[in-house]
């Protein structure tokens, strides 16, 4: 996959993954932004992997003890 077409599905599923949050499934939410974080990784983004750390800290303070935002804190390295 080109770069480009990596990025974008980067955002798109930080995008789904807002959506998600909105519509207050934490779940798909969570789902959604692990995606996002994989993605990044694989590019090697810092800037991809921020996106996803800020969206992180917006699902924890919802929701601190919801075991998959916990398993993204994790594979943020966070928790």
């Known amino acids: 996959m080109s770069p480009n077409l990596t990025v974008w599905k980067s955002y798109y599923y930080l995008t789904q993954a807002r959506l998600e949050f909105a519509d207050h499934d934490l779940e798909g939410s969570a789902q959604a932004a ?11 983004s ?5 996106n996803v750390r800020g969206f992180y800290s917006l699902l924890s ?3 601190p003890n919801n075991p998959y935002v916990n398993n993204l804190g994790l594979e943020l390295g966070i928790l």
Do not use: G, P, S, Y
């Open 34 to 44: 692990k995606a996002a974080l994989r993605i990044a990784k694989a590019m090697h």
């Open 46 to 50: 810092q800037i991809e992997e921020a």
């Open 61 to 63: 303070q919802e929701a």
